[in-house]
């Protein structure tokens, strides 16, 4: 074999591997085949949420988010996700979209309720409860901080200042004038 072939066999094999680690990394990997029903919740704000992102009841992941969409009637962001077979959910739970940890990443925390009967596919939460951003968070914790720093400005201005001494109508300080009664033996008020 000539030096060009040879170089030649391992283009094709490199431009091979190539292209089959492409294929891989679009389809997204090795994917499960899960088998569940669909629930649907609907939030005003799902940062953060993204398809594949975990259900968790209990702390045991039950299932993941299928898929994102907008509702123009309500005006809300829709998540489908796919609930594992044989968990069951109580009709009145609520579904909230939580962080792990302060910067952590978002998943979807089921809160069961207390109703007996339960949830089937293509039922809608009723109760939700949106995500929260740290930049919200943060925000308001500075407002807060602002208005406080705000009042107890007032406060001080507000307040007379310790080496003022109010006046008796003879020009004296009151404390003076009532020493002088009190040493005299008239209490004055």
């Known amino acids: 074999m000539s030096k060009q072939t040879v170089n030649t ?30 629930l649907i919740a609907e939030f005003g704000a799902v940062d953060g949420v993204t398809v594949g992102t975990k259900v968790l009841l209990a702390g045991i992941v039950i299932g993941d988010v299928a898929e ?10 829709k998540l489908d996700f796919t609930v594992e077979n044989g968990i069951k959910i109580p009709l009145d739970s609520v579904a909230l979209i939580v962080t792990d940890g302060l910067l952590g990443n978002k998943y979807i925390k089921i809160q069961p309720g207390g109703d007996e009967e339960m949830m089937k596919g293509g039922d809608i ?6 995500s ?12 807060n901080a602002e208005q406080q720093r705000k009042k107890e400005e007032e406060k001080k201005q507000d307040k007379p200042k310790p080496n003022q001494a109010s006046v008796g109508g003879s020009g004296t300080p009151q404390g003076a004038a009532n020493i002088r009664n009190i040493s005299n033996g008239a209490l004055s008020k």
């Open 9 to 38: 066999l391992v283009g094709a094999v490199v431009v091979v591997i190539g292209l089959f680690a492409i294929v891989i990394s679009h389809r997204g990997g090795p994917t499960e085949d899960t088998t569940g029903y669909t």
């Open 68 to 77: 994102i969409s907008y509702d123009e009637s309500e005006q809300r962001a």
């Open 132 to 143: 929260i951003s740290f930049e919200e968070i943060l925000e308001k914790v500075i407002l």
């Open 125 to 130: 939460f009723e109760y939700v409860q949106d």
